[in-house]
C-alpha cells in the first residue's frame, strides 16, 4: 500500500483539511485504487499551533508496487499548492509501507510535543519524501504522523471509504458491509450481525487495517461510535 499524509491545509475561514484530502483521493481514484481517507487525532498542546482539533488526514492507495512515492507526491503536490489557503503550513509525505519507526513517530505525535527537524531527519534517513508547502511548513510534522499512524493500522477514522459517505438513516448491518465497511462491532469487540445502523455521518475507525464501524446499542438501533 501507498500512504499519502497531509496537514495544516486550513485557515479559520478556509475548508479543512479533510476536503482537501478526500478531494484529493478522487483525483487519485481516476487510474489508482484508492482504498480510504482517515482522520488521525494528535497532540492537544499550546505549542502547537493549529486551527481546530490538530487533527491530520491520510489517504490510502493500494498500487501493488507499481507506482513510485516521488511520482505520487509530484502529482499530489499541484493540488495542493492550488487549493492554498493564506495562513495555512502544509505539509505533504508519501511513503509505501513505512517502517516501524515511521509508525512510532505517529504515535509519539499523538502524545508527545515534536519539532519540524524530527520530522525532517527521519524522513530523509528513510528517503521518505516529505515537503513543507508554504507558511512555516509545520504541516511536515502531522503529515509524516499521518502516514505511520495509518500505516499502523490501529488508529484514526475513515472520513471517505467506499459508499459510506453516501449511507443515510436507518440501515441493515448488510448495507454498511456492501457499502465498504469491513465489520460492525460493539465496543467490547462482539460482532454485529442483525438490526438496524444509524448512519448519517457514519466515521468506521482504522482497526486491523480496515474500516470497523463500532458500535452501541440505542433504544431500537445501533449508534455508531466516533473514534480516534
Request: glycine share 12%.
Amino acid at each position: 500500500m501507498l500512504f499519502i499524509g497531509l496537514d495544516d491545509t486550513d485557515n479559520l475561514q478556509s475548508r479543512g483539511t479533510g476536503h482537501l484530502a478526500r478531494a484529493i483521493a478522487i483525483n487519485l481514484a481516476a487510474d489508482l485504487r484508492v482504498l480510504g481517507v482517515i482522520r488521525h487525532q494528535l497532540l492537544f498542546d499550546p505549542r502547537v499551533p493549529f486551527t481546530k482539533h490538530n487533527s491530520c488526514k491520510a489517504v490510502i492507495l493500494d498500487v501493488n508496487g507499481s507506482v513510485e512515492p516521488q511520482a505520487v507526491l509530484e502529482r499530489v503536490r499541484p493540488l495542493m499548492l492550488a487549493d492554498f489557503q493564506a495562513g495555512s503550513d502544509p505539509g505533504l509525505c508519501v511513503a509505501c509501507t513505512p517502517p516501524d519507526n515511521v509508525i512510532e513517530f505517529g504515535f509519539r505525535a499523538k502524545r508527545e510535543f515534536l519539532v519540524q527537524s524530527q520530522a525532517r531527519e527521519l524522513a530523509a534517513a528513510l528517503g521518505i519524501p516529505l515537503v513543507g508547502l508554504g507558511g512555516s511548513e509545520d504541516g511536515i510534522i502531522g503529515a509524516l504522523a499521518a502516514v505511520g499512524l495509518a500505516a499502523s493500522g490501529e488508529d484514526g477514522r475513515y472520513v471517505m471509504v467506499g459508499g459510506a459517505r453516501e449511507l443515510t438513516g436507518l440501515q441493515p448491518v448488510s448495507a454498511l458491509c456492501a457499502a465498504g465497511i469491513g465489520s460492525v462491532v460493539t465496543a467490547q469487540g462482539e460482532a454485529v450481525t442483525e438490526g438496524l445502523v444509524l448512519c448519517d455521518k457514519l466515521r468506521p475507525a482504522r482497526r486491523g487495517g480496515r474500516p470497523v464501524a463500532v458500535v452501541e446499542w440505542g433504544a431500537q438501533y445501533w449508534v455508531p461510535l466516533k473514534l480516534d
